[in-house]
């Protein structure tokens, strides 16, 4: 029996609906908490996993992974999902659908929403609007370290703690006195909450618009250093080892790190025993600043120059590629697929950032910064998997137990493998089939993506979340 | 500067252009011309082979010639409606365009982005559409956002020409720079049997000053390379930034020097070319003072007497002289500025001329 037919036997159910009887049969099942992954066949009864069966030897015979993959429902760290304040963009219900079509079952928003979710009333009604949605999907969220996101007095963090977000951050907004980080990093840290920073010294990145480097050079564009990077990483971590004297449970989260610097820094904070941790977006591991000047080839195919490479296909400037921090070169790139091999970087997280053709339709520079990457992040690092770039096991791991670990117990999931007995939280995709990003197909209200038009491997089958569906490919 | 001034001063300041056999002949429709020459828009000056510039070129001698008459206008565009949008304050470049536009019969609508729905926040996309429901048949455009003519050509039916882009590209600018110095350093003749070298093959050409802000000189980089000029970009290091790594990753041949020694850049210059420097750079920490940049990078006749006598210099404009040109230098013998504005006229007309053929 394949899976596909399996797959058949859901009798169409609506989203939200218990899943009755699933059996997937002859399937590449990845489990990264048992590290296993191999043939096997899975069975769900009445939402629950009741069974998982290794397959061995000629039972297992023409099962491979480069067809029908089944692992954990994938977990995002880091999305913007709007609601409140900008429901143009994106709303919970679309958001939420979005993560289904993407293969996550768990998501954290930020907290940059209007008002900033900086006290419970934010997080009561950001979860009233998930439960409006019948979206079985799991929503998260971070509150905000400081009130309003401004950097100068703390945000109610220990209400926050209490109504349960998953760690505090300001995103976008990012702390620029070292003492007010200091203080959140203690605070946090007695809470048993990270801080989640966005590093970036603003003094150096005033009116960038692209990676300083070549290619904002020559398209002239104010550039966007490394070092801006890499010196808020550097401090951010001098303050954690100062911090972590006092209060051993403090710990920091740095998001979408882009630059070969900084996730050095971290790589050698990690080797010194700092509790520190880090995430990368697909966007920066497969695309590259070149793709400003036109070109479209993966991070890892990078020519020497998209003006003499033959990479150039389409036009340059498209404002669907202006993104904070922002494209890096090749090197950059392949240093974010490194961490993710090497474990530097514990997660991947989309930093999905939706926004209205108002604020894209525009010059680059002008660009609202953001992607919109729930539904693509799938396909951009199985484009690195096909390209052996990337082994299989370490991408479902940095979707599902990596940014588990890092929720520390706050998500209503107990594992983030496969458990007998347990609600059923998992994705099947297809890595034989491929599928191309337009508008329609994604359920994003925010369907601006430089990937437009473009064929990604991967195709979502089914998503899962809590024995309930969540998705299912049409 | 006044609308005349280009062609009264284009019969009487330059050698007679000379008009080779290839070239088209302006005085006729362009779409019945058949040139190699594909481009709709003109936006950069990056993917122009050295062939299509010679025929740029060759077209601005045709130009010139009709600039010379006693009635210095043409049919070719008679009926085509180009519309000038600027987003920044400006006059040369704006009424070298007008005046260009004229010369061929084209109608023109002049856009200040001051005096339009722009000052009550109407996107560039809902303008050019706009500008388009209104007839434009060609667009020319200066905005301060680098990149902004590509997401007009987008969305524009007809043709749209760059007139300045943020710091990214002034293409009429660097073509017409191209244009001075090749009437001013005629290239050397091929010998029997041999393939004529490069337009500026063996030529140290030298470009000074503000780089990091310069659209001038992004666009000049590209033709000048082209071309095949030993091309020197020289300024105070902190407004080079980024220019290293353009000259290093650059395709073979299209390779230049970056320094901050102007001693060695000028050193036996055939070309100099200063750029402006604006008061808002001190302010931001660049530069410490205009007085200091004078004394280091100014233009001045000493400095320059380290060049080759017969040296070519230019500006762009507008010019803060006794800044980075002293004004002996700017008015001097070796001064093509003038020049410069000239050509303008009859380097828009060329490319207008040359983007109307490939639209009927």
């Keep these: 029996m394949t899976a596909g037919a399996a797959l058949d036997r859901l009798a169409a159910g609506e989203v939200g609906a218990v899943i009755a009887e699933l059996d997937i049969g002859r399937a590449w099942l990845v489990d990264p908490v048992s590290g296993r992954e191999g043939a096997g066949e899975l069975v769900v009864r009445d939402g629950m996993i009741e069974a998982i069966t290794w397959l061995e030897g000629d039972e297992a015979a023409g099962v491979d992974p480069g067809g029908i993959v089944v692992a954990p429902g994938f977990v995002d760290l880091h999305a913007h999902l709007r609601e409140p304040g900008d429901e143009d963009a994106e709303t919970i219900a679309t958001g939420l659908a979005a993560a289904a079509h993407g293969g996550f079952t768990t998501v954290c928003a930020m907290p940059d929403t209007t008002p900033a979710l900086d006290e419970p009333g934010v997080l009561a009604r950001v979860r009233a609007a998930a439960l409006a949605s019948g979206s079985p999907i799991e929503l998260l969220a971070h509150g905000a370290v400081t009130v309003g996101r401004a950097g100068e007095q703390l945000a109610a963090l220990g209400e926050l703690a209490d109504a349960g977000v998953v760690g505090f951050t300001d995103d976008d907004a990012p702390i620029a006195m070292a003492a007010i980080l200091r203080n959140a990093l203690a605070y946090a840290g007695a809470l048993g909450l990270p801080i989640v920073d966005h590093a970036e010294d603003r003094a150096l990145t005033a009116g960038a618009e692209a990676h300083d480097g070549y290619v904002a050079t020559v398209l002239g564009l104010r550039g966007w250093p490394a070092a801006a990077e890499e010196s808020a990483v550097a401090r951010d971590l001098a303050v954690l080892a100062d911090v972590v004297r006092d209060v051993p449970g403090a710990r920091l989260h740095l998001t979408h790190l882009s630059t070969a610097g900084a996730l050095e820094l971290v790589r050698r904070a990690k080797a010194a025993g700092l509790p520190v941790t880090c995430d990368v977006t697909p966007h920066h591991v497969a695309l590259t600043d070149a793709w ?103 991408v479902v791991a940095a979707l599902t137990a990596g940014p588990g670990a890092i929720l520390g117990g706050r998500s209503r999931r107990r594992s983030f493998g496969f458990v007998e007995g347990a609600p059923a939280d998992l994705v099947v995709f297809d890595r034989s089939d491929r599928w191309t990003v337009t508008p329609e197909a994604l359920a994003s209200k925010g369907a601006r993506s430089p990937l437009i038009g473009r064929e990604l491997p991967g195709r979502v089958l089914l998503t899962v979340a809590d024995g309930r569906l969540a998705f299912e490919d049409a | 500067m006044s609308v005349a001034e280009p062609m009264a001063a284009a019969g009487a300041s330059a050698s007679e252009p000379i008009v080779a056999p290839g070239t088209p002949e302006v005085d006729a429709a362009p779409e019945t011309q058949s040139v190699p020459w594909s481009h709709r828009h003109l936006l950069d000056v990056d993917r122009l082979t050295a062939d299509e510039i010679d025929l740029v070129m060759r077209t601005t001698d045709a130009m010139r010639e009709v600039l010379a008459r006693p009635i210095a206008k043409v049919p070719a565009l008679r009926g085509r409606n180009v519309t000038i949008l600027f987003y920044e304050a400006s006059t040369r470049t704006r009424v070298s365009f007008e005046v260009a536009a004229k010369n061929l019969s084209a109608d023109v609508v002049n856009i200040a982005a001051a005096t339009s729905s722009v000052t009550k926040g109407e996107s560039l996309v809902d303008t050019v559409r706009t500008i388009e429901a209104l007839g434009a048949d060609m667009l020319v455009m200066r905005h301060p956002a680098s990149g902004a003519p590509y997401l007009a050509a987008e969305i524009f039916g007809g043709s749209v020409l760059n007139g300045g882009d943020g710091w990214h590209a002034h293409p009429t600018q660097a073509l017409l720079d191209l244009y001075t110095i090749r009437e001013h350093l005629p290239p050397v003749p091929a010998a029997p049997g041999e393939p004529s070298p490069a337009l500026l093959a063996g030529r140290k050409v030298v470009i000074l000053g503000d780089l990091l802000h310069s659209r001038v000189a992004r666009s000049n980089i590209w033709t000048l390379t082209a071309a095949g000029a030993d091309l020197w970009l020289c300024g105070p290091s902190t407004l080079l930034r980024g220019f290293e790594a353009w000259a290093s990753r650059g395709a073979a041949g299209r390779r230049f020097t970056v320094t901050s020694d102007i001693d060695a850049a000028l050193r036996d210059a055939d070309v100099v070319m200063a750029l402006r420097i604006q008061r808002e750079r001190m302010a931001s920490g660049l530069l410490p003072s205009l007085r200091e940049y004078a004394a280091r990078y100014g233009l001045t006749r000493t400095r320059l007497a380290a060049a080759r006598p017969d040296v070519v210099v230019m500006h762009p404009g507008p010019m803060n002289e006794g800044v980075e040109i002293a004004p002996d230098v700017a008015a001097g013998p070796n001064s093509v500025i003038s020049g410069q504005v000239t050509n303008g006229v009859a380097v828009r007309m060329a490319l207008l001329y040359l983007l109307a053929g490939t639209r009927t």
């Design chain 1, 292 to 394: 400003l000047a036109g070109s479209r080839s993966w991070a890892w195919d990078a020519g020497a120059d998209p003006w003499t490479d033959g990479s150039a296909v389409a036009a340059p400037y498209d404002p669907g590629l202006r993104v904070n921090p922002p494209l890096r070169p090749a090197a950059d790139a392949a240093a974010c697929l490194a961490a993710l091999v090497d474990g530097t970087a514990d997660a991947v997280a989309t930093d999905h950032a939706p926004h209205t053709s108002v604020d894209t339709d525009v010059e680059f520079g002008a660009a609202a910064p953001g992607i919109s990457g729930l539904e693509t992040a799938l396909g951009l690092l199985l484009a690195a998997v096909d390209a052996g770039r990337l082994p299989l096991a370490r």
